[in-house]
């Protein structure tokens, strides 16, 4: 019945192995991956033709983990699996971002990649197995795909690279790196660095590249025996080649619009050029062709100058950054403030503190944790002129701010030396280039501004290519049209200790590993200079916290005083909280953190713990309240959660016949430790304490026989 075809190998320590044939098989191309005992089914599927007017590529890429993988129930409600979390949606553009340069340009019909996670062993991560079955189910599927592809993990332990490290191994590891390629170059690259040179950088996407090739070989053997028939590649329209001669006759008047600095008045005049191409192509144009011909010709007209000339679209040489301005506390009542401006792109970062009930929850298939540090950047429309739809954040958004995210958490302080949960979003107010890199800057300056104790000062640069044969120029710190017209988006953050994070996109099918490190060396140059820039803003953090901030202050208590502090039902810090006005967290080793507005509130709930945790001491004197009387004395709560019992001879020196001749349930009375009985009961005096002043009468008349 199946007709199944496998694929095993050994790489790096783990079996991996690519099956087809038994699952998923009216897909055009179904693979399921295994490394270890993770399973990824990756299936390709794209339409037999082309919507008519279509004028661009439909790719859509799905990554989908599945609670069952690691043998769990979904939470919630309806207990089945949700909208994508952002590990799918970051998972799912790490796929499509080296894949999508590999479909021909003329190839415009519906594809669609579908990448299931099965089983999870909680040590193997899935998306490396997704990326590499994705793969193989393009290069089997008949579909014009110009692959195979893989993609590899690296680590950074010790001083060696390691190949797809363990999640046990990454806790170790200063560095976590996905690259991805073909067996000529490298198409993508995705990072978080403690602070590494360039050199370390480098040596590690050339290590990855040199391991991946195993798995590319393992897909072309697959491929060699389960691929379909390759489909036709489509041919380029008969009337192109004429039409393309025709439009030529505009180059003078694309030049000149792209000789505007100004990016408004530019794309105003290209406007107009375009317009006029319609006029000058004739009315029986096919007007998806005509705007293909022009975006080719607006193409060779930005690449040639540059390469030709050194000199970009806004007049700059290829090394130079845009003129920069950064400004902090800008917002009287948040915690921290910024806004960056580099060029036409700019940034309004604010940082807020919370404590640590304002940690995310994150429900992972490898279990459940909780995050202290969030970066959320926002796209709205009017950052680039123009009026659209605002609402949930999508694919791009999810990723510059995970990309932001990564360039800041090397540098954050750990919890025990700035408690606080950290939010910083980013409102990106103009765009023209980079402003994920924006971002970056002024998260950085505006955490600063908030007070965090950054190890140092973050920023980043994005980096552009362009290519043709052997000719090829590397750009400093890219405008929007050099990244759509360009060959590579290269984003490089960090600080001046070395690189936090770094990002590359490839356009083209590869590049050398020469024009890497050129473009790394050129980035590192290119941030120095922006760190100089930011550093007139500010060079490091506040010495104190915005008025408006909570304050947190810890202390430790003993782990067997933990379920007395919190109470029956939570209601002991329930009332501590209600009564200071406090927030007050507790961790399982016994480290209780206090938030709160004002010093008052701190050091009123900072008593009440201190009360509930403290041993009563013999001799000691304490103000407590009477909670019960009964024949032979009163249960006096003197200590926090604390009851002791006044001996109906303690309350008086002289005798008493009833407890309630002395005191009633709710008075307020000041007691001494005279002892504990042989259940570690206490036992309490009011009689030896002066009831008004508090003063110990047994001590005094020592002090008094003395003195006689």
């Keep these: 019945m199946f007709q199944i075809y496998r694929k095993e190998i050994e790489w790096g320590g783990k079996t991996l192995t690519l099956e087809t044939g038994k699952i998923a098989r009216q897909a055009d191309g179904a693979v399921l991956a295994t ?4 399973s990824v089914l990756c299936t390709a599927v794209a339409a037999k033709s082309a919507r008519p007017g279509q004028d661009f590529f ?30 799918e949606t970051l998972t799912s553009r790490l796929i499509d971002r080296p894949i999508r340069p590999l479909f021909p340009k003329e190839f415009k019909c519906e594809t669609q990649v579908i990448c299931t996670v099965l089983s999870i062993d909680g040590e193997n991560s899935a998306d490396i197995v997704a990326l590499i079955g994705a793969s193989a189910a393009l290069t089997i599927s008949g579909v014009p795909f110009f692959g195979p592809i893989a993609g590899a993990r690296v680590g950074y332990i010790d001083g060696d690279y390691v190949l797809n490290p363990t999640k046990t191994q990454m806790e170790d590891s200063q560095l976590d790196l996905v690259v991805a390629g073909t067996s000529e170059g490298v198409l993508m690259v995705e990072s978080e660095a403690s602070e590494l040179s360039e050199s370390v950088m480098l040596g590690a996407v050339n290590f990855g590249h040199t391991e991946m090739q195993a798995a590319i070989a393992a897909i072309i053997d697959l491929a060699e025996s389960a691929a379909k028939e390759p489909r036709d590649l489509p041919e380029e329209a008969p009337e192109a080649a004429s039409l393309r001669e025709t439009l030529n006759s505009l180059r003078g008047k694309v030049e000149a619009g792209y000789a505007i600095s100004e990016k408004t008045a530019r794309q105003a005049a290209l406007a107009e050029v375009k317009a006029e191409a319609k ?32 000199q970009r679209i806004d007049g700059r040489d290829t090394k130079t950054v845009r003129p920069i301005v950064a400004e902090v506390g800008l917002l009287p009542r948040t915690h921290g403030s910024s806004l960056f401006t580099r060029g036409e792109t700019q940034a309004l970062a604010v940082t807020t503190l919370g404590t640590g009930q304002d940690e995310q929850i994150i429900d992972a298939l490898d279990g459940e944790y909780r995050s ?18 605002t609402g949930s954040p999508g694919r791009r958004e999810i ?3 995970k990309l932001a995210w990564r360039a800041i958490n090397p540098v954050l302080p750990t919890k ?20 994920s890199m924006a971002t970056v800057c002024g998260t950085s300056l505006s955490m600063m501004d908030a007070g965090v104790p950054l190890a140092r000062p973050v920023a980043g640069i994005a980096m552009g290519l362009i290519k043709d044969g052997d000719d090829f120029a590397v750009l400093s710190d890219i405008l929007g049209d050099e990244d759509h017209l360009g060959d590579m988006d290269f984003k490089v953050a960090g600080s001046e200790e070395g690189i936090t994070a770094l990002q590359m996109d490839i356009k083209i099918t590869s590049i050398t590993p020469e024009i890497m490190e050129i473009a790394l060396n050129q980035a590192k140059d290119g941030r120095m200079h922006i760190l100089g820039e930011m550093s007139k803003a500010l060079t490091s953090a506040r010495d104190s916290l915005a008025d408006s901030a909570p304050k947190i202050s810890t202390i430790k208590i003993p782990v067997d005083k933990i379920r007395e502090l919190i109470g029956p039902g939570g209601k002991v810090i329930r009332e501590i909280c209600e009564e200071t006005g406090a927030k007050i967290d507790i961790e399982d080793d016994g480290t209780v953190s206090v938030a709160a507005i004002s010093q008052e509130s701190s050091d009123a709930a900072h008593r009440r713990i201190k009360e509930i945790v403290a041993e009563p001491e013999l001799g000691e004197i304490y103000d407590g309240k009477v909670v019960k009387t009964v024949d032979f004395g009163a249960f006096v709560n003197f200590l926090g959660p604390r009851d002791g019992l006044v001996h109906i001879s303690e309350m008086k020196n002289e ?25 570690g009961k206490v036992k309490l005096s009011m009689k030896r304490v002066d009831q008004e002043t508090g003063a110990d009468l047994e001590a005094a008349e020592a002090e008094g026989s003395d003195e006689a």
């Design 35 to 38: 490394l270890g005992e993770t």
């Design 58 to 87: 439909p790719l859509t890429v799905n990554y989908q983990e599945k609670a069952f993988a690691a043998g769990k129930i979904p939470g919630g409600f309806f207990k089945r699996e949700g909208r994508p979390s952002e590990h």
């Design 279 to 310: 006029d000058v192509a004739g009315e029986d144009a096919d007007e998806v062709l005509v705007g293909s011909l022009m975006k080719e010709l607006e193409a060779d007209v930005v690449r040639s100058s540059i390469l030709k000339t050194g």
């Design 372 to 389: 202290r540090f969030m970066l959320h950047y926002n796209f709205p429309p009017y950052s680039v002129g123009e009026a659209g739809r």
């Design 399 to 401: 990723g510059h701010g």
């Design 416 to 435: 025990e030396a700035f408690p606080y949960t950290l939010r910083t979003v980013s409102e990106v107010t103009e765009s023209n280039g980079s402003s």
């Design 655 to 679: 005798r008493v016949a009833q407890t309630t001749d002395v005191c009633k349930e709710g008075d307020i009375v000041k007691v001494k430790v005279i002892g504990f009985d042989d259940r």
